[in-house]
């Protein structure tokens, strides 16, 4: 059965959808909310009395900007940059920063958005917030990206801090962009507030694990997921999609756990190797050489590259969508029952479409949402603000303990959410309720402002 919104959100849904007119992302990640709260507001008529939902789904600041920059042709070039600092009842505004062609305002307000409630699930203190830029980072020379970069922060340096919004890397931001981002705000301000940004390099303010954290995980959530069912990732054949940051620490740690990767992606196709991917050459392809996955194919010749059709239809036990948005579809969905998959957990955010959502469930395909499988990276870049503020630095052990802690804490919400609204197994509403009655207290709280 399809979810269906509760009638006092019908009203509330119609004007959401009105005021952000053309931003079917925002809209998508706003219904699949929406869908789960139902059961909350019989229970708490108090929230909409305080119009609670109205006030979430409205950013409390958005900033776009112009960034100028000059490539290596001397030619003047202009992207639009955007901040959106959705919620802050929790913490400072926490999110990362897109830098990819189709960034516009309603894919930062869907990240935005999504980012309040998985903060909020890690139980740690961080608020919401996502930014970006349509500039697209292939084929740059470093120091293209590297000017683009301090033209960004030049701006945005006057809306950020450590108690007050803290970025961190998405698709396309990884440790050299951050780096660039952390030079040109040291630089503006004459601060070493390292707490401003997260995902920084180990000698200069950076927390052990990060790079792995949204990837492992994903992997602990998933393992979790799985012992409910009495399975584990030991045995299992693992299909991941992209070769970013997510998908690389995913893969690294389904094989640490005995799994076998079969399959990973980038825009241009996908990988097969069934005696499972030799992750050494795609980090070298990826994280060096800035190279397409179809180059794996001609360094490990057993393998094929497809470029194209859809990494789903390769048969799975366990599917990790960890690329973008919209990538799994129904057609998708339908092929993973088909060929047998007992799970399938995001760890990039809302790579699922709703119907391919519903046929996952109803199937009874363990699904985990990105809101509680992806939050460990954020979960994390919080703990390396910790450090930051005690001028600490804690070894991998520690952080990777710590994390697998949380992702087994986030589990347990989810899990015990759902029971308790009647929906046991259904990790969607249970992710989207227990981080939705977190901050819609801190927000009664705090009164209306
Ligand atoms: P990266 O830029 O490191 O990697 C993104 C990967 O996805 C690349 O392999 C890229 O291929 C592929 N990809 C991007 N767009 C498309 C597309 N339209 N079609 C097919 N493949 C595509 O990003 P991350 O790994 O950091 O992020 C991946 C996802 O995880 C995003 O949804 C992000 O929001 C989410 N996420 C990331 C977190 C983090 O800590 N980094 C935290 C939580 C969520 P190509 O190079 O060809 O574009």
Redesign the pocket.
């Known amino acids: 059965m399809s979810p269906t919104l509760h009638p006092r959100l019908e009203p509330v849904r119609e004007t959401i959808l009105k005021r952000n007119p053309g931003e079917a992302e925002f809209h998508q990640a706003v219904d699949e909310v929406l869908m789960s709260l139902g059961p909350v507001l019989e229970r708490r008529p108090d929230y909409v009395e305080a119009s609670i939902i109205e006030r979430l789904a409205e950013p409390e600041r958005q900033i776009i900007f112009r960034v100028p920059w000059v490539d290596d042709q001397g030619r003047v070039n202009v992207n639009r940059g955007f901040r959106v600092e959705y919620n802050s009842a929790l913490g400072p505004y926490k999110g990362?920063l897109r830098f990819h062609p189709s960034v516009y305002l309603g894919i930062v307000k869907f990240?935005g958005f999504e980012q309040i409630f998985k903060n909020s699930l890690t139980g740690l203190p961080i608020g919401g917030g996502k930014g970006g830029a349509d500039f697209d980072p292939k084929g740059k020379s470093d120091a293209e990206v590297m000017r683009f970069c301090q033209s960004f922060m030049t701006e945005l340096y006057r809306h950020i801090g450590e108690y007050t919004d803290v970025p961190a890397?998405?698709?396309?931001v990884?440790g050299r962009e951050i780096g660039y981002l952390f030079g040109q705000y040291k630089r503006i301000t004459n601060r070493y507030e390292a707490g401003v940004l997260t995902g920084k390099g180990l000698s200069w303010g950076g927390a052990a694990a990060r790079t792995e954290a949204?990837g492992y995980g994903t992997v602990f959530l998933t393992q979790e997921m799985l012992a409910t069912k009495g399975r584990s990732f030991d045995g299992t054949k693992v299909v991941i999609s992209?070769?970013?940051?997510?998908?690389i620490y995913a893969a690294q740690k389904v094989a640490q756990l005995g799994g076998t990767v079969i399959a990973m992606?980038?825009?241009?196709g996908y990988v097969v190797d069934e005696k499972g991917i030799d992750l050494e050459i795609v980090r070298d392809l990826k994280e060096n050489k800035r190279a397409r996955i179809s180059e794996y194919a001609d360094l490990r010749k057993q393998s094929t590259f497809v470029a194209d059709g859809s990494i789903w239809e390769v048969a799975c036990d366990v599917a990790l969508p960890?690329?973008?948005?919209n990538?799994l579809s129904a057609d998708a969905a339908k092929t993973l029952v088909k060929n047998g998959c007992i799970a399938v957990a995001e760890?990039?955010?809302m790579p699922t479409t709703p119907d391919a959502t519903d046929i996952l469930q109803e199937a009874g395909v363990l699904f985990a949402p990105g809101k509680a499988s992806?939050c460990g990276?954020?979960a994390v870049s919080a703990l390396e603000m910790q450090q930051n503020a005690s001028r600490d630095s804690w070894s991998f052990e520690h952080t990777e303990q710590r994390l697998e802690t949380i992702m087994k804490g986030v589990f347990e919400r989810c899990q015990s959410t759902a029971d308790e609204f009647d929906v046991p197994g259904d990790y969607v509403k249970g992710a989207n309720i227990a981080g939705f009655v977190k901050v819609a207290d801190a927000m009664l709280a705090l009164g209306v402002v």
Do not use: H, K, M, Y
């Not at 992606?265 to 241009?268: A, C, L, N």
């Open positions: 990362g990240l890397g998405d698709i396309g990884g949204t992209g070769s970013g940051n997510v998908a992606s980038d825009s241009g960890c690329a973008t948005q990538e760890g990039a955010n992806n990276g954020v």
